[in-house]
């Protein structure tokens, strides 16, 4: 089918009954003492995810997989919905998708932690045997690493874990570590030379850092005499990530896998912008030493898993389908006291697959397959969530695509200045999510195409600045560039909406966004979907699948 203009026939993919709910770029660790340990009286539904992870109320990072569950263990608030009083939450799931809340399984109750449990990261000991290590904040208020151990290691759920006074703090910052910005330890690997390894983030002035530790037995840890990688004008560094990726197929690999047919992807969290940057490029183990290709940026400018709202990713190899999944999580775009308001804030973006992309220079992602089994009516929706999937056909020509600035280096930007509604050439086009009938209120997901003098360059947007009509919210135009060959004069998209929750996939994971969005209108039954074009040339829908999602479990 043709796509009609924008604003003159819009091509009606399906209604939809959405609930609604935006994200802000807030400070994960910023302190709001008047609302902390203020509970919820009203967990307020009206923007409530769905299908996106999230507890039942309140504020809300180690996943890891066991003995045929999985665990997922992350920062919650028990006593209000903005940041403060930070436990070590529990869910377990046996599908990633329907999840059961235990109880937390770490307060701050020892001298190590006794000012804060904050993020941390799980491994599997030789003998199947679990360990978490984390950040503690002491009663210096210095930040310190330590163990927890399940108490049980028969049950199934590891509903209890104890926190050793032996060798905890496991590892602490010498003279040469700032020890106020030394956290979120990773999963281990083990060498060929018999030790352990972990990174640690930190940062030495504007110099992100991600220290090394080795072990032998896992409790007596050295830093080695080098960071593996460091970036100067970075800032600090958080939840760094380290793993192999195969240089075929879709297969995850273990953690601890070294040889020559992978590649690895270093991953850190910069605190100074919110977003996730990554890299791929070559672990020398001889000297422990990574170093990232020259395909991407090493930096702010370079490659990010999701160019919206996700931050403080982890990923995990899971044993029992042999696939790594990564896990991210997306915090709120409206004001504190909207959250206090509402009852909660923070959930989890779609558990997602990655493996590294046949070209070498970037990975793919997407949702795990389990989630299709939420999949409700085809096409028809009438309910209040959806996933839907395009493939556009570009006409046979591009030549009427637009001139593109070699000045436009950063996608949001560009996406700011050119929007949905300014025509072009090959494209805007796209969906319309999350619209109100007269479109007072929609989310727009498109491309667009340019021409530059090698290849085709391919914008990927999600413009929150027209999803709702409520004011004091964050609503950034979001945008990534896509890097893919269009010989075969296709891009596909799909997009997961859920309430307050647009995240979408391009070109088959190439380039990903999640928005969050609070219409006000756009809610319910008065939610609809629209696909549109606003360029002069023709873009055909080849295909257009749509399903209501059904709601799981959700603790």
Known sequence: MDISKFLSVLFLLCSLCLECNNVVVKASHKVYPEFQSLSAVEVKQIHRTRFHFQPPKHWMNGPMYYNGLYHFFYQYNPKGAVWGNIVWAHSVSK???????????????????INGCWSGSATILPGNKPII????????????????????????????????????????????????????????????????????????????????????????????????HSKAKTGMWECPDFYPVSLSGKNGLDTSLVGPNLKHVFKVSLDVTRYDYYTVGKYHTQIDRYVPDNTSADGWDGLRYDYGNFYASKSFFDAGKKRRILWGWANESDSTKNDVEKGWAGIQAIPRMVWLDSSGKQVLQWSVEELETLRGNKVHISNQQVDVEVTFLLPKSLDNAEEFDARWI????????????????????GLLTLASSHL?????????????????????????????????????????????????????LRSLIDHSVVESFGAGGKTCILSRVYPTLAVFNDAHLYAFNNGTESITIENVNAWSMNSPRMN
């Open 95 to 113: 599908d990633l998708v329907n999840w059961e809340a235990l109880e937390p399984i770490a307060y701050p109750t020892k001298p190590f932690d």
């Open 133 to 228: 290590l984390y950040t503690g904040i002491d009663t210096q208020n210095q930040q310190v690493q330590n163990y927890a151990i399940p108490k049980n290691y028969s049950d199934p759920y590891l509903r209890e874990w104890v926190k050793p006074n032996k060798n905890n703090p496991i590892v602490v910052a010498d003279e040469s570590v700032n020890g106020s910005a030394f956290r979120d330890p990773t999963t281990a690997w083990f060498g060929k030379d018999g030790h352990w390894r972990i990174l640690v983030g930190s940062r030495r002035k504007n110099r992100g850092i991600a220290h090394l530790y080795k072990s032998k037995d896992f409790m007596d840890w050295v830093k080695a005499k080098h960071p593996l």
């Open 410 to 429: 950063n996608a949001q930007d560009l996406c700011g200045l050119k929007g949905s509604k300014v025509q072009g050439g090959v494209g805007p086009f």
């Open 440 to 492: 007072e209120e929609y989310t727009p997901v498109f491309f667009r195409v340019f021409k530059a003098p090698k290849k085709h360059v391919v914008l990927m947007c999600s413009d929150a600045r027209s999803s709702s009509l409520m004011d004091g919210l964050y609503k950034p135009s979001f945008a990534g560039f896509v890097d893919v060959d269009l010989t075969d004069r296709k891009l596909s």
